[in-house]
Nanobody, 121 residues
């Protein structure tokens, strides 16, 4: 069982940066793929980024602006978000699944409660 708790959301101006964190419980954190998804009002949840060991994956919409990382010793994952745009406004969710990275939300076993990111122009 893995419990995920996100933090770091907030309200910023376009062009600003935010760093989201996801703290995980569980004994085999290093075996899990960690991912970030987001959901804007009236839209479906969408993939943002994932990391498995040192391999990283990004949605085209965030490539070059967002960076996902993890610290296995601290059982945390982070999403550094730079050059934020109003269209990045959403609730951001941390997710985890064993072994294989995926951009499909329905294959992730564990989810955090979400953290709101609001970017104003």
């Amino acid at each position: 069982q893995v419990r995920l708790v996100e933090s770091g959301g907030g309200s910023v101006q376009a062009g600003d940066s935010l760093r989201l964190s996801c703290a995980a419980s569980g004994r085999t954190f290093s075996d899990y793929v960690m991912a970030w998804f987001r959901q804007a009002p009236g839209k479906e949840r969408e993939f943002v980024a994932a990391i498995r060991w040192s391999s990283t994956y990004y949605a085209d919409s965030v490539k070059g602006r967002f960076t996902i990382s993890r610290d296995n010793a601290k059982k945390t994952a982070h999403l550094q978000m730079n050059s934020l745009k109003p269209e990045d406004t959403a609730v951001y969710y941390c997710a985890a699944r064993p072994n294989i990275a995926s951009m499909a939300s329905n294959v992730y076993n564990y989810w955090g409660q979400g953290t709101q990111v609001t970017v104003s122009s």
